[in-house]
């Protein structure tokens, strides 16, 4: 099981960026994929989650409006559409797999972070 997370990079403030998560040796359809996100000096935090049983997504509120969740099965792949980006948003954003297909299933896997640097 892998999770390789990319798309990250530098962008001002007001921009936006995709980042991608593409799984290999398992099928979204069968487990829910979350992002997470964890700042300089803070704690990791949970930014959204895709579930496979339903298709039902989950933000939190500092995201909410600005990102969206998706994701392509034929790709395998799970993205994250960081609009109105803020330079509270700069962080290593992380991908995970869910134990199951729901969204508040623990997590099994994690990829490697992608860093995401808002700035002027």
């Known amino acids: 099981v892998q999770l390789q997370a990319s798309g990250g990079g530098l962008v001002q403030p007001g921009g936006s960026l995709r980042l991608s998560c593409t799984a290999s040796g398992f099928t979204l359809d069968d487990y829910a994929i979350g992002w997470f996100r964890q700042a300089p000096g803070k704690e990791r935090e949970g930014v959204s989650c895709i579930s496979s049983s339903d298709g039902s997504t989950s933000y939190v509120d500092s995201v909410k409006g600005r990102f969206t969740i998706s994701k392509d099965n034929t790709r395998n792949t799970v993205y994250l559409q960081m609009n109105s980006l803020k330079p509270e948003d700069t962080a290593v954003y992380y991908c995970?797999?869910?134990?199951?297909?729901?969204?508040?299933?623990?997590?099994?896997?994690w990829g490697q972070g992608t860093l995401v640097t808002v700035s002027s």
């Open positions: 995970a797999r869910r134990s199951g297909r729901r969204c508040f299933d623990g997590n099994d896997y």
